[in-house]
């Protein structure tokens, strides 16, 4: 290869090719678009699902299963894992354990489960709590406060709807 032939062949600013205008452009009659069909008419624009002649793709795919739009989301935390990671006399809520790093998902409710030992005061604040949550917070000498759930199932409705 020589230096002169490098480029050779290239060019910066092509012409645009002109569709349309007849046999002497070189794109005659139908201006590369083919015979017939959809794709050689003016305007058409095909939709992600088209498939042709075959049944479309969402149609074909099965569906299974079941989704409950109105379901809320519930986090789960035992009362050991708040023993190990607050000190005696905090308070915890809902924001404070996602600050720390202990819900990490997006939830509607959290509700703390009497898995393990307490031994501190703490003033809990969560939307459920398990019987035996309730007795050992109190055992320890903590308070327990229930709160509302964050969002109504016509929130839940309206934030699924906002997404798709």
Known sequence: MRLDQVNQ???KHRKKR????????GQG????????GHKSRSGYSRHPG???EDLPMIRRIPKRGFFNRYARTVVSINVGDLSQV?????????????????????FDEIKILGD?????ALKV???RFSGSAKEKIAAAGGTVTELQARRTPDQRVADLAANK
């Open 9 to 11: 062949g290239i060019t």
């Open 125 to 127: 604040s969560a939307h």
């Open 86 to 106: 607050f000190s005696s006399g905090e308070e915890v809520t809902p924001q404070i354990l996602q600050d720390r790093g202990i819900v990490k998902k997006r």
């Open 116 to 120: 393990g030992v307490i031994d501190k």
């Open 29 to 36: 009659k139908t201006a590369g678009r083919g015979q017939d």
């Open 50 to 52: 088209m498939v042709g």
């Open 18 to 25: 002109r569709l349309g205008r007849g046999n002497g452009t």
